[in-house]
T-cell receptor
Framework: DTEVTQTPKHLVMGMTNKKSLKCEQH?????MYWYKQKAKKPPELMFV???????INESVPSRFSPECPNSSLLNLHLHALQPEDSALYLC??????????????FGPGTRLTVT | GNSVTQMEGPVTLSEEAFLTINCTYT??????LFWYVQYPGEGLQLLLK?????DKGSNKGFEATYRKETTSFHLEKGSVQVSDSAVYFC?????????????FGAGTRLFVKA
């Protein structure tokens, strides 16, 4: 199974709402990522978890809160978002820390619209 | 610093034409190099990779060779199909960063006409 799944596929939320994005993989990967992708742009790294510990936070605003409950699951909690946060949010996973040659496996993304 | 530069798109080709998408990079040491493809409405998929100089990555008729002397990793395909229409991202992962920080190029959109 080389699949990364993400739910929901689409999400519309108001600026005062709280919602969560979910990501799951069963490839035994120990590194998991959140990216943000705006239209016609490459993905921008937000967070990296390695062995369920937050390894990288790319200075993301606190209205985005990641969580890694176990090695297969990754959540992104959203609160008080702004319209400019509307984007495609991609989850990815890769084999564990140890080298630069490991490719990332991406999920299909959650299309988020903030109204 | 580390960076990836791709040719600007969109690239429009007729079916069965030859494809080249240029990619050059700047990095210290020996990064790993990747091509990812993103079909409409989907996430990114690895297309091919190369981890050391002179390595050739290949998949689904696409090829790219890691050229250290020209710091390039150009993507080629001999005969494109309509189904190859997508956005192609060249990317690198620098050494000594744990492999977590992938640097993506801006992406090149390919349209293939029947």
């Amino acid at each position: 199974d080389t699949e990364v799944t993400q739910t929901p596929k689409h999400l519309v939320m108001g600026m005062t709402n709280k919602k969560s994005l979910k990501c799951e993989q069963h490839m035994g990967h120990r590194a998991m990522y959140w990216y943000k992708q705006k239209a016609k742009k490459p993905p921008e790294l937000m967070f990296v978890y390695s062995y369920e510990k937050l390894s990288i936070n790319e200075s993301v605003p606190s209205r985005f809160s990641p969580e890694c409950p176990n090695s297969s699951l990754l959540n992104l909690h959203l609160h008080a978002l702004q319209p400019e946060d509307s984007a495609l949010y991609l989850c990815a996973s890769s084999q564990d820390y140890g080298g630069s040659s490991y490719e990332q496996y991406f999920g299909p993304g959650t299309r988020l619209t903030v109204t | 610093g580390n960076s990836v530069t791709q040719m600007e798109g969109p690239v429009t080709l007729s079916e069965e034409a030859f494809l080249t998408i240029n990619c050059t990079y700047t990095a210290t040491g020996y990064p790993s190099l990747f091509w990812y493809v993103q079909y409409p409405g989907e996430g990114l998929q690895l297309l091919l990779k190369a981890t050391k100089a002179d390595d050739k990555g290949s998949n689904k008729g696409f090829e790219a060779t890691y050229r250290k002397e020209t710091t390039s990793f150009h993507l080629e395909k001999g005969s494109v199909q309509v189904s190859d229409s997508a956005v192609y991202f060249c990317a690198l992962t620098p050494p000594n960063t744990g492999g977590f920080k992938t640097i993506f190029g801006a992406g090149t959109r390919l349209f293939v006409k029947a």
